[in-house]
């Protein structure tokens, strides 16, 4: 569903409504960003307090009419609530997929868990980008390309609801069997706003983990307004354009299975640091044009796209490391919360830096946010991976206890 915009919305803003300013051309991204980022709050607390199903099925029914928005919105105004309402969809339903995940592997396999579900979303959202811009060179900016999208929300909501079955008791025997290394002296259901606290800034490594995250998602907002009006405005055509959309995610997600699996070997750390570092010397490369338009874009891209699926699952995972099972959901959910601010914070950003100096000097300000962030997670985070604990995933141990009381 995100795919569909990545692409073709910004040219939609200036080439059909005849848009000149780049903020509201911005605009679907900083109210997607917003909606989204609070909607992940409540979805914390929704999946600690009844069960991940009827979350993740409430997330595909508010997204059902966001393709017909996209395909056929009079005004630019009906963009804007289509991403209201993709920003909430997106808010219940990819939350709960990062939870249930969660929920299953135990400790020891968080990173690899992680590398499943956003390999699988964000491989997607490139493959959409690409298919979506194929799509508009046959037939036009809408509303063909948008058709993908009925079939999105029809399969999604459908899996949803006949093949998902729900995963909380995973965590309540995961409470029981002390898998976690702390649990910062709680032995009830905490507020939000105390977990909000410590995870916005009391606890180190989940300030350090939130601050990466909101810098990553700023990278990824910036470039979602940026890239297609700059490399059209370098001479790239259409098709060039979906390309350099399609390869920073496709890297994204693919590279996830890789890096995923990684963070449970190396630590978490190591991947967010360096992938941090690696983004900004993306965008170094793009910024400073040192290559034709359309090499730049792909080169650039693709670095972007190995230096987010560095630090995508080791962020999560290093979420889940650090909150207990008690309030993971929730403090995933803050987490999640600053991470989707920074696709509003990148686009604001970007339409302001680009209104005063240009839409390079966008380009520029992410890569100097980038290499403070990367920096800052060096000196603040500690390493969170479980070493001896909980080295079983937590089906296996539901297997072992109904085994133990079936044999007693």
């Not at 601050?211 to 259409?238: E, R």
Request: hydrophobic share 50%; charged share 10%.
């Amino acid at each position: 569903m995100v795919g569909l915009e990545r692409t073709l919305v910004p040219l939609v803003g200036t080439q059909e409504f005849g848009i000149g300013s780049d903020l509201v051309v911005f605009s679907f991204i900083i109210a997607f960003g917003v909606v989204k980022a609070c909607t992940n709050l409540i979805s914390g607390v929704l999946a600690d307090r009844y069960t991940r199903k009827k979350v993740l099925i409430l997330g595909w029914l508010m997204g059902i009419p966001v393709p017909f928005l996209l395909a056929w919105g009079p005004s630019w105004n009906w963009i804007i609530l289509a991403n209201c309402l993709l920003g909430v969809s997106q808010g219940l339903a990819w939350s709960m997929t990062v939870n249930m995940k969660i929920d299953l592997v135990g400790p020891s396999k968080r990173g690899f868990a992680m590398g499943l579900n956003e390999a699988a979303g964000y491989g997607s959202v490139g493959l959409t980008a690409l298919g979506t811009g194929y799509l508009a060179v046959q037939y036009g900016l809408r509303p063909q390309p948008f058709y993908l999208g009925f079939f999105f929300t029809l399969a999604g909501l459908l899996l949803s609801v006949v093949a998902i079955k729900d995963t909380k008791a995973y965590t309540q025997l995961e409470s029981t069997q002390g898998l976690t290394k702390e649990d910062n002296g709680v032995d009830h259901q905490p507020t939000l706003a105390w977990v909000f606290s410590q995870t916005s800034w009391q606890n180190k490594n989940l300030f350090a983990v939130s601050q990466a995250g909101l810098i990553n998602n700023l990278n990824d907002g910036m470039s979602w307004g940026v890239f297609p009006l700059l490399f059209t405005a370098a001479g790239v055509n259409l098709e060039g354009v979906g390309w350099i959309k399609a390869v920073y995610p496709v890297v994204w997600g693919v590279g996830q299975l890789v890096t995923g699996p990684l963070a449970d070997r190396v630590g978490r750390k190591p991947l967010i640091v360096w992938g941090m570092l690696l983004q900004a010397v993306a965008h170094g490369l793009i910024g400073l044009g040192v290559l034709p338009a359309l090499w730049s874009g792909l080169i650039g891209s693709t670095l972007l796209g190995l230096g987010t699926a560095m630090v995508y699952p080791a962020l999560l995972a290093a979420v889940s490391d650090a909150a207990p099972p008690l309030w993971r959901a929730s403090a995933l959910g803050v987490y999640r919360f600053w991470r989707d601010m920074g696709y509003a914070i990148g686009a604001l950003m970007a339409g302001l830096v680009a209104a005063w100096l240009g839409l390079i000097w966008a380009v520029h300000a992410a890569g100097l946010l980038t290499l403070w962030s990367g920096l800052l997670a060096w000196l603040r985070l500690q390493e969170t991976r479980p070493t001896s604990l909980g080295r079983t995933s937590n089906k296996a141990l539901i297997l072992r206890r109904a085994r133990r009381t079936a044999a007693s």
